[in-house]
C-alpha cells in the first residue's frame, strides 16, 4: 500500500520550544522542577519529562504548597494571576508560552485596559483560553459555536443603533472555517465596528489544509495526538469530514491494522504535539 505523511505533521515551532526549554531546565534548572499543568498536550512527552525530574502542577492550590524551586509556565499559557503567584512565592519562573500565544495576551490586556470590548474566538474550557481570559482588564465574551456567537450578535444589550467598537481574536488552535464562519454571524447583526485579528497559527491554518487536501484523497487516514490536544481533535473533524475511513490514535499501540479496511492509500497526519519518532513508528507499521 502507499504511505503518505503530512508534511506540516507533527511539533510546531511553539511546541518545540516549549520541550527544548523543559529539557533544559530539566537539566540546568533550579531544583526541583514543575511546570504549571502539562507542559503540551502530550502524555508521552510529559511522561518523558516526568522521568527526567519535571513534575505537574494541577492548578493554583497545589502552586500554593511549593516552597522552592522552578516553575514553567506552560506552552498554552497561564493567567496573570498565575505569574503574579509564583513571583509571590518567590519561585523561579520560565516562560516556554507560545509567541503567538503570548501576542493574543498583549492584545486583550491593552484593548481591555481602554474599556473596549473582546470576544475571544474558542473553546472556553481549552488551557490556552482560559489564559488569554486571565490577561483581560474587563469582560470579555468566549464563543465556540453557532448558537452562542447567534445568542451574543442577538443580547438585548448589543442591539440598537449605537455604534461601539469589538475585537475579535482566536484560540490559535481553532479551525479556521470555522473561525469565519462565526465572525460572519457577529458581523451581520451587530452595530459595531469591527476590528478582526485572525490570530489563528498560520502553522494551524497549513495544518488543517493539508490534512483536509490529503484526506480526501487517501482510503484511510490516521490522525494521531493526545486525547485532550484541541488542534489534533479539529484535524481529526476536517479529515472525518473527507474520508469515512479516519481513524484518531494517541500511540502506537492504539493502531491495529488488521481491522483497518483493504486499502491502497493511506495518509497520516497528526497534531502540533505529536513527536516525529511516534509519526515514524506509525508510518513504518503502516507499510509492514
Known amino acids: 500500500m502507499k504511505v503518505e505523511v503530512a508534511r506540516s505533521a507533527g511539533f510546531?515551532?511553539?511546541?518545540?520550544?516549549?520541550v527544548e526549554i523543559c529539557a533544559q531546565q530539566a537539566q540546568n534548572g533550579k531544583k526541583p522542577v514543575y511546570t504549571y499543568g502539562p507542559i503540551i498536550h502530550n502524555e508521552q512527552v510529559v511522561s518523558g519529562m516526568?522521568?527526567?525530574?519535571v513534575h505537574v502542577i494541577n492548578g493554583p492550590e497545589e502552586l500554593g504548597r511549593i516552597t522552592r524551586g522552578t516553575v514553567i509556565i506552560r506552552s498554552h499559557g497561564v493567567g496573570k494571576k498565575i505569574y503574579d503567584q509564583i513571583n509571590a512565592q518567590g519561585l523561579a519562573l520560565v516562560d516556554a508560552t507560545c509567541p503567538f500565544v503570548k501576542k493574543i495576551h498583549r492584545i486583550v490586556q491593552e484593548r481591555t485596559s481602554r474599556g473596549e470590548e473582546v470576544v475571544i474566538i474558542g473553546d472556553a474550557r481549552h488551557p490556552e483560553v482560559e489564559g488569554i481570559v486571565g490577561?483581560?482588564?474587563?469582560?470579555v465574551t468566549v464563543i465556540g459555536n453557532e448558537q452562542e456567537a447567534r445568542a451574543f450578535a442577538e443580547a438585548p444589550e448589543n442591539s440598537g443603533s449605537q455604534i461601539k467598537k469589538l475585537t475579535i481574536v482566536s484560540q490559535t488552535t481553532f479551525n479556521s472555517s470555522k473561525f469565519h464562519n462565526l465572525v460572519e454571524i457577529i458581523r451581520k447583526k451587530r452595530y459595531y465596528v469591527l476590528d478582526i485579528l485572525?490570530?489563528?497559527?498560520?502553522a494551524t491554518e497549513d495544518r488543517q489544509a493539508e490534512a483536509k487536501?490529503?484526506?480526501?484523497?487517501?482510503d484511510v487516514m490516521i490522525v494521531i495526538g493526545g486525547k485532550n490536544s484541541s488542534n489534533t481533535q479539529k484535524l481529526f473533524e476536517i479529515c472525518k469530514r473527507e474520508c469515512e475511513n479516519t481513524y484518531y490514535i494517541q500511540s502506537l499501540a492504539?493502531?491495529?491494522i488488521r481491522l483497518l479496511p483493504s486499502m491502497s492509500c493511506v495518509g497520516i497526519t497528526a497534531g502540533a504535539s505529536t513527536p516525529n519518532n511516534l509519526i515514524e513508528e506509525v508510518s513504518q507499521e503502516c507499510q509492514k
Open 12 to 18: 510546531c515551532f511553539g511546541v518545540r520550544r516549549a
Open 50 to 53: 516526568e522521568k527526567k525530574g
Open 135 to 139: 490577561w483581560a482588564r474587563g469582560p
Open 198 to 202: 485572525n490570530t489563528i497559527c498560520n
Open 213 to 218: 487536501e490529503l484526506a480526501s484523497r487517501s
Open 254 to 256: 492504539d493502531l491495529d
